[in-house]
């Protein structure tokens, strides 16, 4: 399956917009498709603001996530009310291919319980020094499927 979902134009146009909305900028192990940042805002409406955690592109067939994400960073003050961390492509190599694994045709979404994927490893290692969230949204898509759900 090809992909029109570039890798490397992504993480630019998610870095830009976090830069002019004043996040911080991280990046988890890269891929031969691209860097993966990940970000950090705090809330701009004070102290005790809910934590949320957003990912996406954790399976290169659903750009739906990242492209979504995308949109919310360009809005500078969509997550103004939260101490929000966004993990916006995990995905890059399956991405730039539109294929649900990695390169290593590792389904990445599987792989949290005994990482092999160094993705996941990454992840893994940033995961642990973010402490606890209010809330989790891991953004996936449903193309075979009408309307939405959530779990």
């Not at 002019?20 to 498709?33: C, D, E, K, V």
Request: net charge negative; charged share 25%; no cysteine.
């Amino acid at each position: 399956m090809s992909s029109a979902f570039d890798p490397q134009s992504y993480a630019r146009d998610v870095e830009e917009s976090a830069r002019a909305g004043g996040w911080t900028i991280r990046h988890l192990s890269p891929t031969a498709s691209s860097t993966r940042p990940w970000l950090q805002r705090v809330a701009q409406t004070g102290a005790g603001a809910p934590r949320v955690y957003l990912s996406a592109g954790i399976h290169g067939d659903e750009i739906s996530g990242p492209l979504a994400l995308l949109e919310m960073l360009r809005q500078p003050d969509f997550f103004a009310a939260f101490d929000a961390t966004i993990f916006p492509m995990l995905n890059p190599d399956g991405l730039a291919r539109g294929v649900r694994g990695n390169a290593d045709d590792i389904d990445l979404n599987r792989d949290y319980r005994n990482p092999k994927s160094a993705e996941i490893a990454s992840h893994i290692e940033a995961l642990k020094t973010l402490g606890r969230f209010d809330a989790a949204m891991m953004l996936h898509e449903d193309f075979e499927g009408s309307g939405a759900y959530l779990y």
